[in-house]
């Protein structure tokens, strides 16, 4: 009797280690946001010397780079050019809006995606007669907003900048509002409240020039934390909202599944896009690169970014220790080699070169209830052609069994897995075994991980081969999907007693 227990009891143990370490993943195939892609910034600091470096953007940019980015911001300067001449930049203008242009028609060549953002509109244009923000000693702590009597000149000034770019060979896509209008700065900066940003848009914003750039697509202001006050104001005037086709914000003090997917609350009634359009990860770090737990959560960010409805995600500097390409600086360690790809850009590239166009359905993990900022474990999921993407990130040291319940037959499958820092560990691809058709497929994932599973869907159409019109007997029913049913309805298929089959009928034939 003490035997018998014991092997129950051994059973039992076995039984629940086995379900603590198995994560079951249900895909479904209902489906949210379609994903535009992902980028970076080229702003001065990233990308110096400023305006002459694009060789971050050729490490990153592109489907046959090994990142696969395909959006870039760029800062739209209120600040006069200096020295630069008409001669240096091709064509006349104040500004010194040249310094993206070379990184700008490389991502542009390679069929991406290129933005503009004011940091703040020209000094002449507002209360403090200067571009800063006004928020030091120096500036005499004066409030940098746009003068109202300046509403008519701001789009007419974004056009100059378009017209600019156009020059150049640059179409330039989007250009937003402004850059965290509600962080008093004492940088180049230009406050707004969620009114007055509704004031210029509604009264204003039609005299940006679509029929001379009809590319490109207005951005609302980008809140430093992204709140929702700024784009449900916008949202809620039926003018303003008009003329309004992406919804932007940053992260600072807010991560995703916070006011950015509330923001997105009546930016997908509406139809609109939602970018996260600036934030920094690990940027504090001040004599080392990220570690690879550090490098987990930066991976769960752009995950709990997606579970709130962005469409798109744009990092902040290219390059620096904390982000994609390296600087040089030997004080942040021997791996920080002037323009070596950094593991945080391999952790990107799961995301960019896999989920940029896919479309995100849904996905759950049993047993982790509603998605939190930094789960252990956190999976998202998407279609794109006859893909189904399922990301998978396990921030815990022990391995796990993954059993997905898949909406699709599918016939095969790859897995890219990265698990550190070190360049044989980062984006390692194998094959997943898979003998026949099926929904259900394990695997196996090693302890703090990032997964990217590509299973490819089985598209033979499913007939019935044998068909036999005289076959007699007791009849039973079956829907396409081999489900019985009690009776005919809609198309379904005849099953005989002696095995074989009758044609498909449509309608409800007795």
């Known amino acids: 009797m003490k035997r018998y227990f014991s092997v129950v009891f051994a059973l039992a143990m076995a039984l629940a280690s086995y379900a603590q370490n198995t994560i079951i993943i249900s895909v479904k195939d209902n489906t949210y946001q379609k994903v535009t892609g992902f980028g970076a910034a080229c702003c001065d600091g990233a990308m110096r010397p400023f305006g002459t470096d694009a060789q971050p953007v050729k490490l990153l940019y592109g489907s046959t780079s090994k990142i696969g980015l395909n959006i870039m911001r760029m800062e739209i300067s209120p600040n006069f050019k200096g020295n630069i001449t008409a001669a240096d930049v091709g064509w006349d203008t104040p500004y010194d809006w040249y310094g993206s242009v070379p990184s700008a028609r490389i991502v542009k060549q390679r069929g991406g995606i290129v933005f503009g953002t004011p940091w ?53 896509d989007a250009v937003s509002i402004q850059n965290e209008p509600d962080w008093w700065v004492d940088y180049s900066g230009c406050l707004y409240t969620p009114q007055q940003q509704v004031d210029l848009v509604k009264n204003y914003a039609h005299m940006l020039d679509r029929e001379k750039f009809p590319y490109v697509r207005l951005i609302s202001a980008e809140p430093l934390g992204f709140d929702p006050k700024y784009s449900d104001a916008l949202l809620k005037d039926a003018i303003a909202r008009d003329q309004v086709d992406i919804i932007a914000g940053h992260l600072y003090g807010h991560p995703p599944l916070g006011n950015m997917k509330s923001a997105n609350t009546l930016a997908s009634k509406y139809g609109k896009e939602v970018w996260m359009t600036e934030h920094s990860v690990t940027d504090y770090l001040e004599d080392r690169l990220p570690s690879w737990q550090e490098q987990l959560l930066f991976a769960e960010e752009l995950n709990e970014c997606m579970l709130s409805g962005c469409t798109g995600y744009i990092y902040w500097y290219m390059r620096a220790h904390w982000a994609f390409v390296g600087t040089g600086e030997s004080k942040y360690g021997a791996d920080n080699k002037k323009d070596r790809l950094l593991p945080r850009a391999f952790v990107m590239s799961h995301f960019s070169k896999n989920v940029t166009g896919s479309t995100r359905i849904n996905a759950v993990a049993a047993g982790f209830g509603t998605p939190t900022t930094e789960a252990a474990f956190e999976t998202s999921a998407y279609v794109k052609g006859d893909s189904i993407i399922v990301m998978a990130i396990e921030t815990r040291p022990e391995e796990r069994t993954l059993k997905f319940y898949l909406p699709s037959n599918v016939k095969s499958g790859k897995h890219i897995l990265s698990t550190g820092n070190e360049e044989d560990k980062l984006c390692q691809e194998s094959e997943i075994a898979i003998d026949e058709p099926t929904k259900n497929v394990t695997v196996r994932i090693p302890g703090k991980s990032l997964s990217t599973f590509i299973f490819i869907k089985d598209n033979e159409e499913t007939v019935i081969e044998k068909v036999d019109e005289s076959a007699k007997g007791p009849v039973t029913y079956y829907d396409l999907q081999g489900r019985r049913i009690a009776k005919p309805q809609g198309l379904y298929i005849e099953k005989y007693a002696d095995g074989t089959y009758k044609k498909i009928y449509s309608g409800n034939n007795e």
């Open 120 to 172: 703040s509109p020209p000094g002449e244009y507002k209360t403090n007669g200067t571009a800063q923000g006004g928020n030091s000693d120096s500036q005499g702590h004066k409030r940098g907003e746009l003068r109202k009597d300046c509403y008519e000149k701001f789009f007419p000034w974004l056009n100059t900048y378009l017209e600019y770019m156009k020059s150049q060979g640059i179409k330039v």
